[in-house]
């Protein structure tokens, strides 16, 4: 096992910059997920630490010595591929047993840790088949069971379960959590799920353009957001925005919002004018909180455990709420609609987090 | 019956310039040699039928039918594996993703191209003779060259060096091969740490197995058959010393030049059957060394 630390990491095709000034730490045995759009370098990062990509900047440690200019094959780590780039011609066991033999380790030692790895993935019946005879979960078993068998330092995954289907998807998650707390090996995993990253990760870094948005645990990334960017990629369903104009007199700052009566917000910690106010669809209440409103529901998603309204404010906005799954709501009715002042995320007009 | 034809005529109907060149021109003549394999036959006087006569002569008597097939063999021992191997090595470097790849690969086909014409028998001679550039090359290094396409124990391999010079065909079908090995499949092994040649031998060559399969029957066919080169460059007598006498030449020469069609005709159905046991033992084999992705077991 061991730690990882990027030191102002950069990649860049040409004049093309993907990765920029990234600066961050690993803990051992940490089950950190990488989390972005796509084209937002989180692969590309990945793929920096495995040794698949050159760094134009920057160091890359792990376990405390730089592996800027070290092969992928000699920084004792495993990857899991989203394809899971499994041998074709190969058999379950030679897959398996295949990259044990790159390093001479024993043959009895290849056979005990091939064993030991389908026991683990429950894959031992599997073992003289071919990939293409296997499902895509079956398979994603065997990808992982090459990595382990490897017992690597790290572990990379590079979106493992997205091409699995949706029920599929959520069984292996759970398979993988429980595979981390039983081998306790570091792991990094790219995702572009965040239901996937939110889940699973110890602590979640948020990618954008290159540069980590934010890195925190799954828990800090949904209640204290750092930016609009991150409070609106975390989080499903997603975070209600609304604009506000900010009049202040005396101590008070008054909020503005178009379609809402005026409020009063106690101890903004910001000079800026203009704000942007979010609320959790779940924060939202219907008939109640500190801040009140009248809309029209114009949509009704009945999700089974919980229902999602659409609800137009007179200013056009459309705010989601999320009720229960026993909410009677009908689409066209008009509601009264609220949040208290406690469950706002205020943002600058930089998109930056201020507290209130 | 009525049904399943209407189902297949579209299918019919675009085989159908095959299979119309097939059943008027090809047919005929196919059976027509087989008959006359069996006859003496001189295009003057009618086909006179003489039973097993010409196979018998062919085996038991004729000594330029057994040095025709040893010069076609070691032709075809040498220019199959050499060709194939130049070809995989070629194609793997412009695999490299160089972006000029259109340019070379067009280069590297012009050889192809220009194919066994009288400019290449000459380019040939011109290179090899005494007094060419591949001797004035070794003059350079200090090794004293022969006549490389007189002397009776070189020139073969001069044919062999020609048909590993063509190698524009199987390169770009190796090239296509090679395009469709998945990326991620070598990124796995780096990360697994697998030397650059077990990655060749135990991955690149098993999944490209159907494609050196198909390349190796064709350019066997290919070389069994080969005939303008060498007629061309031995100046059609399968000279020096019936060192260039491939089966093709010698049946060219038995049929157009002495007109014994009869036991040219044998000749061309015994090369006919050596190619088709060649292929045979190779769709044979293949079951142990081709790996298809997509088929079931």
Wanted: charged share 20%; aromatic share 10%; proline share 4%.
């Amino acid at each position: 096992m061991a730690g990882l630390e990027l030191r102002n990491v950069g990649k860049s095709y040409g004049s093309l910059s993907i990765i920029k000034g990234l600066d961050l730490d690993v803990v051992d045995g940490e089950f950190l997920v990488l989390v972005g759009p796509s084209g937002c370098g989180k692969s590309t990062l990945l793929r920096m630490i495995a040794g698949l990509e050159d760094i134009s900047d920057g160091t890359i440690s792990i376990g405390g010595k730089i592996v800027n200019d070290l092969p992928a094959s000699k920084r004792e780590l495993s990857m899991v591929f989203q394809s899971y780039a499994l041998y074709p011609h190969m058999t379950v066991a030679k897959n398996l047993a295949f990259g044990l033999q790159n390093f001479n380790v024993p043959k009895a030692e290849v056979q005990r840790r091939v064993e030991e790895a389908a026991r683990i993935l429950q894959i031992g019946q599997l073992m003289d088949r071919k990939p293409r005879q296997l499902s895509g979960g079956q398979k994603q078993r065997v990808a992982i069971g090459r990595a382990i068998v490897r017992e690597p330092q790290l572990f990379l995954f590079d979106e493992p379960l997205s091409n699995l289907d949706a029920e599929l998807r959520v069984q292996m998650r759970a398979e993988l959590a429980s595979l981390y707390n039983r081998l306790g090996t570091t792991m990094i995993y790219v995702t572009h799920d965040q239901v996937e990253a939110m889940t699973m990760a110890s602590r979640i870094v948020v990618l954008r353009g290159g540069k980590i948005e934010q890195v925190g645990t799954p828990q800090e990334l949904y209640t204290r957001p750092q930016n609009l960017f991150v409070a609106g990629f975390i989080g499903s369903p997603k975070i209600n925005m609304l604009a506000a104009k900010v009049s202040r007199s005396g101590g008070a700052a008054t909020i503005a919002i178009d379609g809402m009566p005026a409020f009063q917000l106690p101890g903004l910690a910001t000079g800026d004018d203009a704000l942007t106010l979010c609320v959790r669809p779940g924060s939202m209440h219907l008939g109640g909180g500190d801040v009140q409103t009248r809309g029209k529901i114009i949509l009704v998603e009945y999700l089974g455990n919980e229902t999602l309204l659409h609800v137009a404010l007179s200013s056009g906005q459309t705010l989601l709420v999320s009720d229960s799954g026993r909410s009677q709501y009908r689409s066209g009715e008009e509601v009264t609609l609220g949040f208290d002042l406690a469950d706002l995320h205020v943002f600058d007009s930089a998109g930056q987090r201020v507290e209130s | 019956m009525k049904r399943i034809l209407a189902r297949n005529a579209p299918g019919y109907l675009f085989l159908s310039p095959w299979l119309l060149g097939f059943f008027l021109l090809a047919l005929g003549p196919i059976l027509a040699s087989l008959y006359l394999s069996f006859t003496r036959y001189d295009m003057v006087s009618d086909p006179r039928w003489i039973g097993w006569g010409n196979y018998e002569y062919m085996f038991t008597r004729d000594r330029r039918f057994w040095k025709a097939l040893e010069v076609t063999f070691t032709y075809v021992a040498f220019a199959v594996p050499l060709r194939l191997a130049f070809a995989l090595a070629v194609a793997m470097l412009l695999d490299k993703g160089l972006k000029t790849i259109g340019l070379y690969r067009a280069i590297f086909y012009l050889p192809s191209l220009l194919g066994a014409s009288i400019a290449i028998a000459i380019l040939w001679r011109e290179l090899f003779s005494a007094t060419g550039v591949v001797n004035q090359m070794l003059a350079l290094v200090g090794i004293e060259g022969t006549d490389w396409i007189t002397n009776p124990k070189t020139s073969i391999y001069t044919l062999v060096m020609l048909a590993v010079w063509q190698f524009g065909s199987p390169m770009l079908i190796f090239l296509a091969g090679l395009r469709g090995i998945p990326k991620d499949l070598y990124e796995a092994a780096e990360i697994d740490g697998t030397p650059r040649w077990r990655r060749f031998t135990r991955i690149t060559l098993p999944l490209l197995a159907p494609v050196i399969f198909f390349n190796l029957v064709l350019q066997t066919i290919d070389a069994f058959k080969t005939f303008s080169s060498a007629f061309i460059i031995s100046n059609g007598t399968g000279a020096p010393a019936d060192s260039l006498l491939f089966f093709t030449v010698y049946l060219f020469n038995e049929a157009f030049k002495f007109f014994r069609m009869g036991y040219a005709s044998a000749l061309a159905w015994v090369l006919l059957i050596i190619i088709g046991v060649f292929t045979a033992l190779a769709f044979l084999s293949s079951k142990y060394w081709v790996h298809y992705d997509n088929d079931r077991d």
